[in-house]
């Protein structure tokens, strides 16, 4: 009987045994997978602290056709070409074309390009029943030009005064030798009335508009007008300073040099202001390549190399209708 009772107790201690060994086994278990479960995410959160962000910018790409002004287009071009080698605008095209003054305007005004390069403002362009059309037009103002007149340098003269210039350019005068010059027929190389370097010319030197006279030659590009005059004998035409070299003579006005100090200090007054218009405010490519135009890299550099004047160095303003006020 106590053997027996003995066995049975051997039985119950070993099965109690057992079941406490397997829970044991669990728990252990269960313990082993929370601590990789812990591990796994610990891993997750711990990057590296110096690791750069991603880079969700994206780059401004699309087209820009600017029509217009031969006097700004040197400047347009060179800046252009500077623009387009920006890693940040490398996705940006922009094409520069001449044309005139009153063709960029009127492009610029229908929507055909996306900006119209003038050397006047849109209100002497567009008046009475075309008035609505400047008003959608926004002036982008990114410099000064001086203009001078320029003649073959064999023609033996140093100056004009205003009314010797609008007796050549009105046909009174026809030799250069009524003006202590060489005994040589004149030669009026012109511009086209689309031009604002002739509108200019006519409203700052001449004070008054002129006929295209029988004889007179019409160019529309400034660099041919300038070939002109250096290659024809009698020669007078008109340039932007921007377009001089030693091939063609400068002609004072009325005893005044034709340079960038008198023309800031309002000595010379032969001069306009270049603008870049847009229909309405521009689009955000159009406006980065304004903003480029009016950068120190630009206002600093390419401006004064080329002969321009940044507009911020003017000690004077002058108004769409002649008006000059000192700053």
């Given at each position: 009987?106590k ?12 099965l ?14 269960n ?16 990057k ?13 790409e699309?087209s ?6 031969s006097?700004?287009?040197p400047?347009v071009e ?16 922009v ?15 229908e ?6 390069n ?6 002497e362009?567009f008046?009475?029943?075309e008035?609505?059309k ?19 340098p ?5 100056d ?25 027929k004149?030669?009026?190389?012109n511009?086209p ?9 006519e ?9 295209d006279l ?10 041919t007008?300038?070939?002109l005059?250096?290659?024809t ?39 306009a ?13 159009v406006k980065?390549?304004?903003d ?5 890299e630009?206002?600093?550099?390419d ?23 000192n700053?």
């Open positions: 009987m053997k027996g009772m003995l066995l049975i107790m051997t039985i119950v201690l070993g109690t045994l057992a079941a406490c060994g397997a829970k044991n086994s669990t728990s252990g278990t313990d082993a997978t929370t601590g990789a479960g812990t591990n796994t995410n610990a891993a997750t959160d711990n590296p602290a110096n690791e750069p962000p991603a880079d969700n910018t994206k780059a401004l699309g820009i056709l600017a029509v217009g002004s006097a700004l287009q400047l060179q800046a252009s070409v500077k623009f387009m080698d920006l890693p940040e605008y490398s996705k940006i095209t094409l520069v074309q001449g044309g005139g003054s009153g063709t960029g305007l009127t492009q610029v005004a929507g055909q390009s996306d900006i119209g003038s050397d006047i403002f849109a209100q362009k008046k009475d029943d008035a609505s400047a008003e959608d037009l926004v002036d982008h103002q990114v410099g000064v030009v001086a203009m001078a007149a320029v003649v073959n064999a023609i033996g003269v140093e004009l005064t205003k009314q010797q210039l609008v007796d050549i350019f009105t046909g009174k005068a026809t030799n250069w030798s009524e003006f202590g010059g060489a005994d040589q004149i030669t009026i190389i511009r009335a689309s031009s604002g370097t002739r509108k200019t010319f409203t700052y030197a001449l004070s008054t508009s002129t006929e029988p004889g007179s030659i019409q160019e529309e590009s400034s660099g007008v300038r070939k005059v250096a290659e004998p009698g020669a007078i035409g008109y340039l932007a300073l921007s377009y001089l070299d030693d091939s063609i003579k400068v002609v004072k006005y009325e005893g005044v040099e034709a340079n960038e100090e008198n023309v800031v200090n309002g000595t010379y007054p032969i001069w202001y270049q603008h870049m218009y847009t229909k309405g405010e521009p689009s955000e490519v980065a390549f304004l480029f135009m009016l950068s120190d630009v206002q600093n550099n401006v004064v190399e080329l002969g321009y004047i940044p507009a911020s160095k003017m000690q004077i303003t002058r108004d769409v209708n002649g008006q000059v006020t700053k």
